[in-house]
C-alpha cells in the first residue's frame, strides 16, 4: 500500500475525545498534496495514526449545514 500524505491545515474543532486519547475531529486537510477538504474523522495524539472518516467539499459541507438546519 502506498504512503498517504496529508498536511492538516486547520484544526477547526475538537469533536469529542475516545479512549485512548484519541480524538475526534473537524479539521482542513490536504491529502497527497491535492487541494484541502473537510474532513471528519478521529486522530490519534500525536496525529500519526487515523480512524476512518469523511472528507467533504465546501459544496458539499454547504449542503450538509442546510440539512443539519432543517433537522435540528
Not at 28 to 43: H, P
Request: net charge negative.
Amino acid at each position: 500500500m502506498a504512503d498517504l500524505k496529508f498536511e492538516i491545515e486547520q484544526n477547526i474543532a475538537c469533536l469529542s475525545e475516545e479512549k485512548g486519547g484519541w480524538t475526534k475531529e473537524f479539521n482542513l486537510v490536504s491529502w497527497n498534496g491535492n487541494d484541502a477538504k473537510y474532513d471528519i474523522r478521529s486522530w490519534s495524539e500525536d496525529h500519526q495514526k487515523m480512524g476512518k472518516g469523511i472528507t467533504l467539499t465546501k459544496e458539499e459541507l454547504h449542503t450538509l449545514k442546510d440539512i443539519l438546519v432543517e433537522l435540528l
